[in-house]
Protein backbone atom coordinates (compact mmCIF):
# COMPACT_ATOMS: atom_id res chain seq x y z
CA UNK A 1 0.00 0.00 0.00
CA UNK A 2 1.57 3.16 -1.08
CA UNK A 3 3.03 5.98 1.24
CA UNK A 4 1.72 9.44 1.41
CA UNK A 5 3.80 11.94 -0.71
CA UNK A 6 3.92 15.58 -0.94
CA UNK A 7 3.02 16.26 -4.91
CA UNK A 8 4.76 19.14 -4.29
CA UNK A 9 7.32 18.76 -1.56
CA UNK A 10 11.53 20.05 -3.05
CA UNK A 11 13.94 17.52 -2.73
CA UNK A 12 16.36 16.88 0.84
CA UNK A 13 19.95 16.99 0.25
CA UNK A 14 20.43 13.71 2.17
CA UNK A 15 20.79 9.84 1.31
CA UNK A 16 16.57 8.68 1.20
CA UNK A 17 16.16 4.51 1.90
CA UNK A 18 14.59 3.29 -1.72
CA UNK A 19 11.56 2.39 0.52
CA UNK A 20 10.94 6.31 0.97
CA UNK A 21 8.35 8.61 -0.87
CA UNK A 22 10.26 9.41 -4.18
CA UNK A 23 9.95 13.69 -2.77
CA UNK A 24 9.72 13.98 1.09
CA UNK A 25 8.76 17.14 1.97
CA UNK A 26 11.19 16.82 4.64
CA UNK A 27 13.19 13.79 6.41
CA UNK A 28 13.81 14.48 10.35
CA UNK A 29 11.41 16.24 12.77
CA UNK A 30 12.46 17.81 15.67
CA UNK A 31 14.65 16.33 18.34
CA UNK A 32 13.21 15.26 21.55
CA UNK A 33 14.59 18.97 23.06
CA UNK A 34 12.45 20.40 20.71
CA UNK A 35 14.79 21.64 18.22
CA UNK A 36 13.69 23.92 15.16
CA UNK A 37 14.05 20.97 12.73
CA UNK A 38 10.94 22.14 11.03
CA UNK A 39 11.67 25.08 9.45
CA UNK A 40 11.48 23.45 6.24
CA UNK A 41 7.92 22.38 6.59
CA UNK A 42 5.18 24.26 4.12
CA UNK A 43 3.41 27.52 5.49
CA UNK A 44 0.24 24.58 4.90
CA UNK A 45 1.17 22.68 8.15
CA UNK A 46 -0.71 22.26 10.89
CA UNK A 47 0.39 25.42 13.56
CA UNK A 48 3.35 24.33 15.56
CA UNK A 49 3.04 24.11 19.51
CA UNK A 50 5.23 26.23 21.35
CA UNK A 51 8.74 25.31 21.60
CA UNK A 52 9.63 23.81 24.36
CA UNK A 53 12.77 21.93 26.30
CA UNK A 54 11.92 18.43 26.92
CA UNK A 55 13.93 16.56 29.39
CA UNK A 56 13.93 12.88 30.19
CA UNK A 57 13.05 12.28 33.42
CA UNK A 58 12.47 9.06 35.44
CA UNK A 59 8.71 8.51 35.60
CA UNK A 60 9.32 8.50 31.51
CA UNK A 61 11.72 5.42 31.65
CA UNK A 62 10.22 3.30 33.78
CA UNK A 63 6.61 1.97 33.55
CA UNK A 64 4.42 -0.02 36.00
CA UNK A 65 1.65 -2.26 35.55
CA UNK A 66 -0.30 0.38 37.30
CA UNK A 67 0.96 3.48 35.16
CA UNK A 68 -0.09 1.52 32.36
CA UNK A 69 -3.45 1.27 33.37
CA UNK A 70 -3.49 5.16 33.61
CA UNK A 71 -2.16 5.52 29.62
CA UNK A 72 -5.77 6.48 28.55
CA UNK A 73 -7.22 9.93 30.15
CA UNK A 74 -10.57 9.81 31.25
CA UNK A 75 -13.16 11.98 29.72
CA UNK A 76 -14.66 12.63 33.30
CA UNK A 77 -11.45 13.31 35.40
CA UNK A 78 -12.10 15.41 37.79
CA UNK A 79 -10.20 18.89 37.91
CA UNK A 80 -6.90 18.93 38.72
CA UNK A 81 -6.58 15.58 37.64
CA UNK A 82 -5.41 14.34 33.93
CA UNK A 83 -2.68 17.24 33.47
CA UNK A 84 0.26 17.65 31.34
CA UNK A 85 3.21 19.87 31.21
CA UNK A 86 3.23 22.79 29.11
CA UNK A 87 4.53 21.22 26.00
CA UNK A 88 1.52 18.88 24.87
CA UNK A 89 -1.70 19.44 24.79
CA UNK A 90 -4.40 19.26 28.09
CA UNK A 91 -5.49 15.57 28.57
CA UNK A 92 -8.94 16.64 28.45
CA UNK A 93 -12.30 16.32 26.14
CA UNK A 94 -11.82 17.91 23.25
CA UNK A 95 -15.07 19.50 22.04
CA UNK A 96 -16.05 18.29 17.94
CA UNK A 97 -18.54 20.59 16.60
CA UNK A 98 -21.85 18.26 15.47
CA UNK A 99 -20.45 17.88 11.69
CA UNK A 100 -17.00 16.94 12.80
CA UNK A 101 -15.35 14.40 9.92
CA UNK A 102 -12.94 11.94 10.78
CA UNK A 103 -10.26 13.88 8.47
CA UNK A 104 -10.89 16.59 10.69
CA UNK A 105 -7.92 17.80 12.77
CA UNK A 106 -9.63 18.13 16.00
CA UNK A 107 -10.77 14.70 15.46
CA UNK A 108 -7.49 12.72 15.23
CA UNK A 109 -6.13 15.00 17.90
CA UNK A 110 -8.67 13.64 20.01
CA UNK A 111 -8.17 10.10 19.10
CA UNK A 112 -4.79 10.57 19.92
CA UNK A 113 -4.72 11.88 23.42
CA UNK A 114 -8.20 9.85 24.48
CA UNK A 115 -7.90 6.19 22.82
CA UNK A 116 -4.93 5.65 20.65
CA UNK A 117 -2.84 2.46 23.03
CA UNK A 118 0.75 4.41 23.14
CA UNK A 119 2.04 1.94 25.74
CA UNK A 120 1.02 -0.95 24.65
CA UNK A 121 2.43 0.16 20.99
CA UNK A 122 5.78 0.85 23.08
CA UNK A 123 6.07 -2.34 24.88
CA UNK A 124 5.54 -4.15 21.99
CA UNK A 125 8.53 -2.71 19.66
CA UNK A 126 10.46 -2.36 22.63
CA UNK A 127 9.89 -5.90 23.57
CA UNK A 128 10.25 -4.80 27.69
CA UNK A 129 8.93 -2.82 30.00
CA UNK A 130 12.16 -1.06 30.42
CA UNK A 131 12.71 1.33 27.66
CA UNK A 132 15.51 -0.21 25.22
CA UNK A 133 17.19 0.35 21.90
CA UNK A 134 14.81 -1.78 20.25
CA UNK A 135 12.68 1.15 20.31
CA UNK A 136 14.59 4.27 21.23
CA UNK A 137 16.79 3.29 17.73
CA UNK A 138 13.57 2.46 15.88
CA UNK A 139 12.48 4.35 12.82
CA UNK A 140 9.01 6.36 12.90
CA UNK A 141 7.72 8.53 10.20
CA UNK A 142 4.85 10.79 10.50
CA UNK A 143 2.42 12.03 7.85
CA UNK A 144 1.14 14.86 8.42
CA UNK A 145 -2.67 16.20 7.26
CA UNK A 146 -0.70 18.22 4.41
CA UNK A 147 0.52 15.40 3.39
CA UNK A 148 4.29 16.38 4.38
CA UNK A 149 5.76 13.00 5.03
CA UNK A 150 8.49 12.94 7.87
CA UNK A 151 10.89 10.68 8.21
CA UNK A 152 13.77 9.02 10.63
CA UNK A 153 11.74 10.22 14.45
CA UNK A 154 12.50 8.38 17.05
CA UNK A 155 12.03 8.27 20.65
CA UNK A 156 13.42 7.43 24.01
CA UNK A 157 10.00 6.30 25.50
CA UNK A 158 6.29 5.97 24.98
CA UNK A 159 5.54 9.36 26.70
CA UNK A 160 7.97 11.25 24.35
CA UNK A 161 5.97 9.62 21.43
CA UNK A 162 2.56 10.25 22.57
CA UNK A 163 4.11 14.10 22.91
CA UNK A 164 4.97 14.56 19.63
CA UNK A 165 2.20 13.02 18.29
CA UNK A 166 0.04 15.15 20.10
CA UNK A 167 1.96 17.96 18.95
CA UNK A 168 2.25 17.03 14.80
CA UNK A 169 -1.27 15.45 15.51
CA UNK A 170 -0.11 13.36 12.27
CA UNK A 171 -2.40 11.91 9.95
CA UNK A 172 -0.96 8.48 10.02
CA UNK A 173 2.43 7.06 10.93
CA UNK A 174 4.42 4.35 9.83
CA UNK A 175 6.95 1.90 11.50
CA UNK A 176 10.42 1.00 10.06
CA UNK A 177 13.46 -0.71 11.40
CA UNK A 178 15.87 -0.39 14.60
CA UNK A 179 19.00 1.29 13.28
CA UNK A 180 22.62 0.59 14.30
CA UNK A 181 22.23 4.16 16.10
CA UNK A 182 19.44 6.72 16.55
CA UNK A 183 17.70 7.73 13.42
CA UNK A 184 17.83 11.24 14.56
CA UNK A 185 21.80 11.42 14.86
CA UNK A 186 22.76 9.75 11.32
CA UNK A 187 23.85 13.12 10.02
CA UNK A 188 26.35 13.24 12.76
CA UNK A 189 27.69 10.33 11.75
CA UNK A 190 31.66 10.43 10.23
CA UNK A 191 30.87 7.43 8.09
CA UNK A 192 27.18 7.13 6.68
CA UNK A 193 27.63 2.80 6.08
CA UNK A 194 27.75 2.63 9.73
CA UNK A 195 24.34 4.01 9.86
CA UNK A 196 22.33 0.31 8.90
CA UNK A 197 18.75 -1.30 9.62
CA UNK A 198 19.57 -4.23 11.80
CA UNK A 199 16.40 -5.53 13.22
CA UNK A 200 12.76 -5.31 12.69
CA UNK A 201 9.63 -7.21 12.35
CA UNK A 202 8.99 -9.55 9.42
CA UNK A 203 5.86 -8.54 7.53
CA UNK A 204 3.06 -9.32 5.07
CA UNK A 205 0.93 -7.63 3.11
CA UNK A 206 -2.54 -8.46 1.74
CA UNK A 207 -4.24 -5.93 -0.28
CA UNK A 208 -7.03 -6.74 -2.72
CA UNK A 209 -6.75 -4.83 -5.28
CA UNK A 210 -4.07 -7.65 -6.04
CA UNK A 211 -7.16 -10.10 -6.82
CA UNK A 212 -8.98 -7.55 -8.78
CA UNK A 213 -8.76 -9.83 -11.54
CA UNK A 214 -10.43 -13.16 -10.45
CA UNK A 215 -13.07 -10.95 -7.81
CA UNK A 216 -16.08 -9.94 -9.67
CA UNK A 217 -18.35 -7.97 -6.58
CA UNK A 218 -15.79 -5.36 -6.37
CA UNK A 219 -12.79 -3.48 -7.84
CA UNK A 220 -10.19 -1.58 -6.63
CA UNK A 221 -10.41 -0.28 -3.27
CA UNK A 222 -14.20 -1.24 -2.71
CA UNK A 223 -14.77 -4.13 -0.74
CA UNK A 224 -17.34 -6.36 0.50
CA UNK A 225 -18.15 -9.28 2.57
CA UNK A 226 -17.85 -11.52 0.07
CA UNK A 227 -14.51 -10.65 -1.21
CA UNK A 228 -13.02 -10.10 2.18
CA UNK A 229 -13.19 -14.37 2.52
CA UNK A 230 -9.83 -14.19 0.02
CA UNK A 231 -8.28 -12.50 2.77
CA UNK A 232 -9.55 -14.82 5.22
CA UNK A 233 -8.05 -17.31 3.00
CA UNK A 234 -4.76 -15.90 2.51
CA UNK A 235 -4.54 -15.22 6.52
CA UNK A 236 -5.05 -18.97 7.18
CA UNK A 237 -2.59 -20.31 4.87
CA UNK A 238 0.46 -17.53 5.77
CA UNK A 239 -0.79 -18.05 9.27
CA UNK A 240 -0.24 -21.52 9.22
CA UNK A 241 2.84 -22.06 7.00
CA UNK A 242 5.11 -19.31 9.40
CA UNK A 243 3.34 -21.27 12.55
CA UNK A 244 4.45 -25.25 11.27
CA UNK A 245 6.59 -24.66 8.59
CA UNK A 246 9.12 -21.81 10.28
CA UNK A 247 8.11 -22.29 14.23
CA UNK A 248 7.23 -18.66 14.29
CA UNK A 249 4.87 -17.95 17.63
CA UNK A 250 4.13 -14.52 18.03
CA UNK A 251 2.31 -13.04 14.74
CA UNK A 252 0.25 -10.01 14.68
CA UNK A 253 -2.59 -9.71 12.14
CA UNK A 254 -3.65 -6.18 11.17
CA UNK A 255 -6.62 -4.58 9.63
CA UNK A 256 -5.35 -1.87 7.36
CA UNK A 257 -8.22 0.02 7.81
CA UNK A 258 -9.89 -0.53 3.77
CA UNK A 259 -8.63 -3.28 1.93
CA UNK A 260 -6.17 -5.32 3.32
CA UNK A 261 -4.10 -6.46 6.38
CA UNK A 262 -1.00 -6.95 7.39
CA UNK A 263 1.31 -9.60 9.28
CA UNK A 264 3.52 -8.36 11.90
CA UNK A 265 6.06 -11.24 13.09
CA UNK A 266 7.46 -10.32 15.79
CA UNK A 267 9.67 -13.60 16.99
CA UNK A 268 13.24 -12.77 17.92
CA UNK A 269 14.71 -14.97 15.31
CA UNK A 270 11.97 -12.75 12.70
CA UNK A 271 13.32 -9.48 13.66
CA UNK A 272 16.96 -10.48 13.16
CA UNK A 273 16.57 -11.87 9.60
CA UNK A 274 18.66 -10.16 7.03
CA UNK A 275 17.41 -9.15 3.74
CA UNK A 276 18.59 -12.51 2.23
CA UNK A 277 16.28 -14.66 4.29
CA UNK A 278 13.44 -12.57 4.23
CA UNK A 279 13.56 -12.58 0.22
CA UNK A 280 13.72 -16.52 0.34
CA UNK A 281 11.13 -16.95 3.14
CA UNK A 282 9.02 -14.29 0.28
CA UNK A 283 9.76 -16.54 -2.03
CA UNK A 284 8.43 -19.67 -0.43
CA UNK A 285 5.42 -18.26 -0.04
CA UNK A 286 5.01 -16.79 -3.56
CA UNK A 287 2.72 -18.92 -5.75
CA UNK A 288 0.71 -17.18 -8.00
CA UNK A 289 3.27 -15.23 -10.59
CA UNK A 290 2.78 -13.34 -13.67
CA UNK A 291 0.04 -10.36 -14.15
CA UNK A 292 -3.01 -10.13 -15.46
CA UNK A 293 -2.23 -10.91 -19.27
CA UNK A 294 0.00 -13.60 -18.68
CA UNK A 295 -0.80 -17.34 -19.27
CA UNK A 296 -1.05 -19.90 -15.98
CA UNK A 297 0.09 -18.03 -13.12
CA UNK A 298 0.61 -21.66 -11.38
CA UNK A 299 3.56 -23.36 -11.77
CA UNK A 300 4.86 -26.08 -9.10
CA UNK A 301 6.85 -29.20 -8.92
CA UNK A 302 5.17 -32.39 -8.43
CA UNK A 303 4.98 -34.34 -6.20
CA UNK A 304 3.07 -31.08 -4.29
CA UNK A 305 5.33 -29.57 -1.68
CA UNK A 306 3.39 -30.48 1.73
CA UNK A 307 3.25 -26.97 2.34
CA UNK A 308 1.00 -26.73 -0.94
CA UNK A 309 -0.79 -29.70 0.05
CA UNK A 310 -1.98 -28.34 3.42
CA UNK A 311 -2.71 -25.20 1.74
CA UNK A 312 -4.96 -26.88 -0.53
CA UNK A 313 -6.54 -28.29 2.52
CA UNK A 314 -7.37 -25.45 3.95
CA UNK A 315 -8.52 -23.96 1.17
CA UNK A 316 -10.76 -26.73 -0.95
CA UNK A 317 -14.37 -25.82 1.06
CA UNK A 318 -13.35 -21.97 0.46
CA UNK A 319 -13.26 -22.85 -3.28
CA UNK A 320 -16.51 -24.46 -3.72
CA UNK A 321 -18.33 -21.59 -1.68
CA UNK A 322 -16.38 -18.20 -1.40
CA UNK A 323 -15.41 -18.48 -5.03
CA UNK A 324 -17.30 -20.81 -7.51
CA UNK A 325 -20.78 -19.74 -5.47
CA UNK A 326 -19.98 -16.37 -4.21
CA UNK A 327 -17.48 -14.81 -7.13
CA UNK A 328 -19.32 -16.78 -10.34
CA UNK A 329 -15.88 -16.39 -11.84
CA UNK A 330 -16.83 -18.04 -14.91
CA UNK A 331 -20.05 -16.26 -16.00
CA UNK A 332 -19.05 -14.34 -18.56
CA UNK A 333 -17.72 -15.78 -22.11
CA UNK A 334 -13.86 -14.49 -21.91
CA UNK A 335 -13.80 -15.47 -18.04
CA UNK A 336 -14.84 -19.20 -19.36
CA UNK A 337 -12.19 -19.14 -22.07
CA UNK A 338 -9.72 -18.59 -19.34
CA UNK A 339 -10.82 -21.56 -17.48
CA UNK A 340 -11.17 -23.75 -20.49
CA UNK A 341 -7.27 -22.38 -21.16
CA UNK A 342 -5.68 -23.94 -17.88
CA UNK A 343 -7.01 -27.25 -18.96
CA UNK A 344 -4.59 -30.05 -20.44
CA UNK A 345 -6.81 -31.42 -23.02
CA UNK A 346 -7.85 -29.81 -26.42
CA UNK A 347 -10.55 -32.84 -26.80
CA UNK A 348 -11.96 -32.42 -23.32
CA UNK A 349 -11.56 -28.52 -23.53
CA UNK A 350 -13.67 -28.41 -27.37
CA UNK A 351 -16.51 -30.61 -25.63
CA UNK A 352 -16.59 -28.24 -22.47
CA UNK A 353 -16.97 -25.21 -24.96
CA UNK A 354 -19.65 -26.69 -26.93
CA UNK A 355 -21.63 -27.67 -23.60
CA UNK A 356 -21.35 -24.05 -22.23
CA UNK A 357 -21.98 -22.13 -25.34
CA UNK A 358 -25.49 -23.69 -25.78
CA UNK A 359 -26.64 -22.79 -22.03
CA UNK A 360 -24.99 -19.15 -21.28
CA UNK A 361 -26.34 -18.77 -18.21
CA UNK A 362 -24.61 -21.57 -16.94
CA UNK A 363 -23.30 -21.05 -13.19
CA UNK A 364 -19.54 -21.57 -12.42
CA UNK A 365 -20.31 -24.67 -10.09
CA UNK A 366 -22.33 -26.00 -13.18
CA UNK A 367 -19.33 -25.72 -15.20
CA UNK A 368 -16.73 -26.69 -12.41
CA UNK A 369 -18.82 -30.26 -12.53
CA UNK A 370 -19.23 -30.38 -16.01
CA UNK A 371 -15.47 -31.05 -16.12
CA UNK A 372 -15.41 -34.09 -14.58
CA UNK A 373 -18.70 -35.33 -16.19
CA UNK A 374 -17.13 -35.34 -19.46
CA UNK A 375 -14.32 -36.50 -18.52
CA UNK A 376 -16.06 -39.76 -17.41
CA UNK A 377 -17.79 -39.84 -20.34
CA UNK A 378 -14.98 -40.15 -22.72
CA UNK A 379 -15.25 -37.17 -24.89
CA UNK A 380 -11.44 -37.40 -25.26
CA UNK A 381 -9.36 -40.67 -25.80
CA UNK A 382 -6.01 -38.55 -24.90
CA UNK A 383 -7.20 -37.60 -21.91
CA UNK A 384 -4.86 -37.53 -19.42
CA UNK A 385 -7.04 -38.09 -15.68
CA UNK A 386 -3.31 -37.69 -13.73
CA UNK A 387 -2.57 -34.36 -15.90
CA UNK A 388 -6.47 -33.07 -15.37
CA UNK A 389 -6.24 -33.75 -11.38
CA UNK A 390 -3.25 -31.81 -11.39
CA UNK A 391 -4.56 -29.15 -13.29
CA UNK A 392 -7.71 -28.86 -11.58
CA UNK A 393 -5.59 -28.03 -8.64
CA UNK A 394 -3.61 -25.74 -9.76
CA UNK A 395 -6.75 -23.60 -10.46
CA UNK A 396 -7.97 -23.83 -7.52
CA UNK A 397 -4.73 -22.34 -6.26
CA UNK A 398 -4.91 -19.73 -8.81
CA UNK A 399 -8.33 -18.85 -7.57
CA UNK A 400 -7.73 -18.88 -3.77
CA UNK A 401 -3.56 -18.99 -2.89
CA UNK A 402 -2.72 -15.81 -0.92
CA UNK A 403 -1.78 -13.06 -3.85
CA UNK A 404 0.98 -11.28 -1.26
CA UNK A 405 2.91 -7.91 -1.82
CA UNK A 406 6.28 -9.63 -1.41
CA UNK A 407 7.86 -6.80 -2.10
CA UNK A 408 6.85 -5.49 1.31
CA UNK A 409 8.62 -8.32 3.15
CA UNK A 410 12.04 -8.43 1.75
CA UNK A 411 13.92 -5.79 3.08
CA UNK A 412 14.59 -4.45 6.86
CA UNK A 413 13.91 -1.01 5.65
CA UNK A 414 10.37 -1.55 4.50
CA UNK A 415 8.03 0.85 6.54
CA UNK A 416 4.41 -0.13 7.45
CA UNK A 417 1.60 1.72 8.77
CA UNK A 418 1.44 1.13 12.42
CA UNK A 419 -1.19 -0.80 14.10
CA UNK A 420 -4.38 1.51 15.75
CA UNK A 421 -3.89 4.00 13.06
CA UNK A 422 -6.72 5.51 11.43
CA UNK A 423 -7.20 4.78 7.32
CA UNK A 424 -7.25 8.75 5.63
CA UNK A 425 -9.73 7.56 3.25
CA UNK A 426 -12.27 5.68 5.27
CA UNK A 427 -12.16 6.78 9.10
CA UNK A 428 -11.90 2.59 10.05
CA UNK A 429 -8.92 1.71 13.01
CA UNK A 430 -6.65 -0.36 11.91
CA UNK A 431 -7.42 -2.78 14.31
CA UNK A 432 -5.65 -6.20 15.28
CA UNK A 433 -7.40 -9.33 14.12
CA UNK A 434 -8.15 -12.18 16.03
CA UNK A 435 -7.21 -15.40 14.93
CA UNK A 436 -9.16 -17.24 16.72
CA UNK A 437 -12.43 -15.80 15.30
CA UNK A 438 -11.37 -15.18 11.82
CA UNK A 439 -14.70 -15.93 10.27
CA UNK A 440 -16.01 -13.38 12.30
CA UNK A 441 -14.12 -10.75 11.52
CA UNK A 442 -15.96 -7.88 9.74
CA UNK A 443 -14.11 -5.20 8.09
CA UNK A 444 -16.98 -3.51 7.17
CA UNK A 445 -18.15 -3.33 11.03
CA UNK A 446 -14.86 -1.83 12.51
CA UNK A 447 -15.29 1.28 14.17
CA UNK A 448 -14.62 4.79 12.74
CA UNK A 449 -12.53 7.47 14.89
CA UNK A 450 -15.99 9.75 14.72
CA UNK A 451 -17.97 6.40 16.30
CA UNK A 452 -15.71 5.78 19.13
CA UNK A 453 -15.42 9.16 20.12
CA UNK A 454 -19.63 9.19 19.86
CA UNK A 455 -19.62 6.38 21.62
CA UNK A 456 -17.54 7.96 24.85
CA UNK A 457 -20.01 11.18 24.79
CA UNK A 458 -22.82 8.82 24.91
CA UNK A 459 -21.46 6.92 27.62
CA UNK A 460 -20.24 9.90 29.74
CA UNK A 461 -24.35 11.47 29.01
CA UNK A 462 -25.77 8.28 29.86
CA UNK A 463 -23.74 7.19 33.26
CA UNK A 464 -25.70 9.44 36.03
CA UNK A 465 -24.23 7.58 38.42
CA UNK A 466 -20.52 5.43 38.73
CA UNK A 467 -20.26 2.28 37.12
CA UNK A 468 -19.75 -0.78 37.84
CA UNK A 469 -15.60 -1.07 38.14
CA UNK A 470 -15.53 2.38 39.50
CA UNK A 471 -16.56 1.90 42.98
CA UNK A 472 -13.16 0.88 44.03
CA UNK A 473 -11.98 4.47 43.03
CA UNK A 474 -10.70 3.32 39.52
CA UNK A 475 -12.21 4.73 37.01
CA UNK A 476 -12.96 3.56 33.43
CA UNK A 477 -10.21 4.25 30.62
CA UNK A 478 -11.83 5.85 27.29
CA UNK A 479 -11.12 3.13 24.88
CA UNK A 480 -13.28 0.83 27.80
CA UNK A 481 -16.29 3.01 27.34
CA UNK A 482 -16.55 2.20 23.33
CA UNK A 483 -16.20 -1.01 20.48
CA UNK A 484 -12.49 -0.40 20.32
CA UNK A 485 -12.19 -2.14 23.70
CA UNK A 486 -12.12 -6.01 22.49
CA UNK A 487 -9.03 -4.68 19.74
CA UNK A 488 -7.03 -3.09 22.72
CA UNK A 489 -7.44 -5.99 24.72
CA UNK A 490 -6.74 -8.43 22.34
CA UNK A 491 -3.81 -6.47 21.63
CA UNK A 492 -2.97 -5.97 24.99
CA UNK A 493 -2.76 -9.88 25.37
CA UNK A 494 -0.40 -10.24 22.58
CA UNK A 495 2.04 -7.90 24.11
CA UNK A 496 2.21 -9.51 27.12
CA UNK A 497 2.85 -13.26 25.38
CA UNK A 498 5.59 -11.38 23.75
CA UNK A 499 6.99 -10.18 26.60
CA UNK A 500 6.50 -13.36 28.78
CA UNK A 501 9.13 -14.84 26.01
CA UNK A 502 11.34 -11.83 25.76
CA UNK A 503 12.16 -11.98 29.27
CA UNK A 504 13.40 -15.64 28.74
CA UNK A 505 15.51 -14.54 25.97
CA UNK A 506 16.92 -11.31 27.76
CA UNK A 507 17.74 -13.12 30.64
CA UNK A 508 19.48 -16.01 28.81
CA UNK A 509 21.45 -13.45 27.07
CA UNK A 510 22.52 -11.42 30.24
CA UNK A 511 23.83 -14.39 31.54
CA UNK A 512 26.21 -15.12 28.68
CA UNK A 513 26.94 -11.81 28.74
CA UNK A 514 27.86 -11.74 32.27
CA UNK A 515 30.37 -14.56 31.60
CA UNK A 516 32.43 -12.30 29.24
CA UNK A 517 35.59 -10.14 30.92
Given at each position: ???????????????????????????????????????????????R??????????????????E???????S??????????????????I??????????????????Q????????????????????????????????????????????????????L???????????V??????????????S?????????????????????R?????????????????????????????????E?????Y??????????????????????????????E????????????????P???????????L??HF???????????A??????????L?P??????????KW??????????K???????????????????????????????????????????????????P???H??T??????????????????????V?E???????????????????????????????S?????E???????????????????R????????
Amino acid sequence: MPHSVSPDAPPVEDSILSDAPANPLVDEASSENGSDDFAEIATNAPPRAQKSNVTLKPEDLFMTDDEDDEEFPMSSAPSGEGKVDGNSPPAVSIPLAPSAKYSDPEVMLAFYQRLFPFRPLFQWLNHSMKPSNDFAHREFAFTLANEAYLRYLSFPSSDLLRKDVLRLNPARFEIGPVYSTNPRDRKTLRKASTFKPIAKELVFDIDLTDYDEIRTCCDKANICHKCWNFVTMAVKVVDAALREDFGFEHILWVYSGRRGAHAWISDKKAREMDDNKRRALAGYLEVIKGGSQSGKKVNVKRPLHPHLVRSLDILKDHFQTDILEDQDPWATPEKTERLLQLLPDKGLTDALRKKWDSAPGRSSSSKWADIDALAKAGVSRTLDSKALLEAKKDIILEYTYPRLDVEVSKKLIHLLKSPFVVHPKTGRVCVPIDTTRLEKFDPLGVPTVTELLGEIDEWDAGKGKEEEGEADGKRLQDYEKTSLRPYVEYFKSYVADLLRDERGVKRERDDGDAMEF
